[in-house]
Antibody, heavy 119, light 112 residues
Framework: QITLKESGPTLVKPTQTLTVTCTFSGFSLRTSGVGVGWIRQPPGKALEWLAVIYWNDDKRYSPSLKSRLTITKDTSKNQVVLSMTNLDPVDTATYYC???????????WGQGTLVTVSS | QSVLTQPPSVSGAPGQRVTISCTGSSSSIGAGYAVHWYQQLPGTAPKLLIYGNNNRPSGVPDRFSGSKSGTSASLAITGLQAEDEADYYCQSYDNSLSGSWVFGGGTKLTVL
């Protein structure tokens, strides 16, 4: 059974850097084809894909946010970390960690972590 | 503004059939990329509902079905039940701008 869980700060100040961690179980990021991603959802709004990292350390970023995002993995800890710089109140959202399937869809999802950007 | 276009809301009475459309472009759905659907119940994380255009994961009732044609896709729900009231999102891949996963804006299904 695959599970993912997000952790990180609930409140971040504008201009600061957000770091959220995904801790997963039930699969390994050493396995060929495996990917883990991040998706966010502002309150009351739609889903937005942010980034994906693959077993071979290949990384993909949302074109609109690429300059602000960094995704890394620690295979020994079964963790994936997403960093986002220069936060703004519009970045307030629930951040979801997801397991990417080979058909280019996401399943399952973590429970999400709500991050509020406010001074 | 989302890359894939969905109606903001649909509604239907219990037992009825409803459909939710998802319109993309020649660089997403029209390029042959599969469409996937997620159900988000209030206050919960999205859950995979349909993958690969028309495949149901284990545990998803056969009341839910998907289809794709050209640059669009649809989710159909038959025999509407109160528990189907949720937000529904379509998702695909877009090969423009270095490639990215894209979502629809979501559709709120209300069971009357």
């Amino acid at each position: 059974q695959i599970t993912l869980k997000e952790s990180g700060p609930t409140l971040v100040k504008p201009t600061q850097t957000l770091t959220v961690t995904c801790t997963f179980s039930g699969f390994s990021l050493r396995t060929s084809g495996v990917g883990v991603g991040w998706i966010r959802q502002p309150p009351g709004k739609a889903l937005e894909w942010l980034a994906v990292i693959y077993w071979n350390d290949d990384k993909r970023y949302s074109p609109s946010l690429k300059s602000r995002l960094t995704i890394t993995k620690d295979t020994s800890k079964n963790q994936v970390v997403l960093s986002m710089t220069n936060l703004d109140p519009v970045d307030t959202a629930t951040y979801y960690c997801v397991h990417r399937r080979s058909g280019n869809y996401f399943d399952p999802w973590g429970q999400g972590t709500l991050v509020t950007v406010s001074s | 503004q989302s890359v894939l276009t969905q109606p903001p809301s649909v509604s239907g009475a219990p037992g009825q059939r409803v459909t939710i459309s998802c319109t993309g472009s020649s660089s997403s759905i029209g390029a042959g990329y599969a469409v996937h659907w997620y159900q988000q119940l209030p206050g919960t994380a999205p859950k995979l509902l349909i993958y690969g255009n028309n495949n149901r994961p284990s545990g998803v009732p056969d009341r839910f079905s998907g289809s794709k044609s050209g640059t669009s896709a649809s989710l159909a729900i038959t025999g509407l039940q109160a528990e189907d009231e949720a937000d529904y999102y379509c998702q695909s891949y877009d090969n423009s701008l270095s490639g990215s996963w894209v979502f629809g804006g979501g559709t709120k299904l209300t069971v009357l």
